[in-house]
């Protein structure tokens, strides 16, 4: 069905409301032929593509399985969006970076995550401190996801760089994102040349980054952290125990699983035997 509005501002105003009354299904279908009737308008496109964006964030919020089709879409429309408005690109270039990350770590695509590393430096070279303070995190993070992608050593490196660099976060998901990454690059590190001293780093990111609500994955890899420390105190061992029991009661099936129990325990018998 299509929709007779005469400006963006109109379609705009449309869009408001279906999503205040979480419409998403009206809102999409109301910017479905944006290329036709508004091909030149930045802000119908930006709408579009916040449409869809905003579509797949809340259906997953809900619990169901939206597909990344949305986020595609979205992707495509904020391009539009910044090839019309390339020298106000701001707010289209924020939403495509948003795209490109989600995208590039769902698809382990590592073009689309270079794409986003490039997106966020750009996005970090501003005068307004919060915005630069954001996107120091972001960079950090974008490349150590292109780094675990594409399995590139410099990228890690250049990853550990940018954390050391950036302004660490203080509240909400961003300090899950940022601890999470940070926890995945120094574990990489530290496993490279055994460095004890990143691997206690690596499980204290985790730990942080469980803080703002855990989940099996990250339980595993602060267990696997503390499964190789070759002198751990009686807290690091206690810590190793106690995950790697949770981990077997709920999947001791699972082959990672279990080759971190047997680790474990063979860590456990040197341990003693010292």
Known sequence: MSHPFQTPEE????????????????????????????????????VAGLVHERAYIEWNARG???????????????RIALELEEH???????????????LGTQHNDADRLREAQ??????LDTEDREIEAIYSRESA?????????????????????LFNEAIE???GREVFFFYYYRGLTTRELAQREQDQERFRKAAGYFRQAGAQGTNRALEFLMA???????????????????????????????????????????????????
């Open 88 to 102: 106000d690109e701001f707010l289209h270039l924020e939403r495509l970076y948003a795209c490109l990350f989600v």
């Open 64 to 78: 169901e399985t939206p597909e990344l089709s949305l986020y595609e879409e979205a992707e495509r429309q904020y």
């Open 141 to 161: 993070i974008v490349t150590a996801a292109l780094a675990r992608t594409a399995n590139d050593p410099a990228e890690w490196d250049r990853a550990e760089q």
């Open 224 to 274: 696997d952290c503390l499964v190789q420390l070759e002198e751990p105190t009686k807290e690091e061992q206690q810590g190793a125990e106690n995950l790697v029991g949770v981990l077997m009661d709920i999947n001791p099936a699972d082959p990672l699983i279990e080759s971190l129990h047997k680790r474990w325990e063979i860590r456990k018998k040197l341990l003693e035997g010292n």
């Open 11 to 46: 379609l705009v105003k449309f869009i408001e409301t279906r999503l205040e009354r979480g419409e998403l299904d009206a809102a999409i279908e109301s910017v479905a032929d944006v290329d036709s009737r508004f091909p030149d308008s930045a802000l119908a496109h930006h």
């Open 118 to 123: 490039a997106a966020a430096l750009r996005l």
């Open 169 to 171: 976060p203080v509240s």
